[in-house]
């Protein structure tokens, strides 16, 4: 089994910043790919931003130069820190992680439960 933990949202005023956490635990052999995504109300789950295990990123247009995603390897974590945050931001942010558990090297493509973000004055 394994499990995201994600924490981090809140309520931030236009401009203000936020920085959201991912933990992955459980019997994992490696992490490759991960990732954040956003569902804002009314409106299909998109990409935000992505990373691979070698630290490529990639971003969807509207966050590119706001938001930056990092990884830390050593203990299965991913961040995604958000600047000048717009009120078109507010969504449910959910992180992803695809990977390998250690029994028998199975893969996995986990979901974490989603926290919220609300861009409002």
């Known amino acids: 089994q394994v499990q995201l933990v994600e924490t981090g949202g809140g309520l931030v005023q236009p401009g203000g910043s936020l920085r959201l956490s991912c933990a992955a635990s459980?019997?994992?052999?490696?992490?490759?790919?991960m990732g954040w995504y956003r569902q804002a109300p009314g409106k299909r789950r998109e990409l935000v931003a992505t990373?691979?295990?070698?630290?490529?990123?990639d971003y969807a247009d509207s966050v590119k130069n706001r938001f930056t995603i990092s990884r830390d390897d050593a203990n299965n974590t991913m961040q995604l820190q958000m600047n000048s945050l717009k009120p078109e931001d507010t969504a449910v942010y959910y992180c992803?992680?695809?990977?390998?558990?250690?029994?028998?090297?199975?893969?996995?493509?986990?979901w974490g439960q989603g926290t919220q973000v609300t861009v409002s004055p």
């Open positions: 992803n992680v695809k990977g390998y558990r250690r029994r028998y090297y199975l893969s996995f493509d986990q």
């Open positions: 459980g019997s994992i052999f490696r992490v490759n790919d």
């Open positions: 990373i691979t295990r070698e630290g490529s990123t």
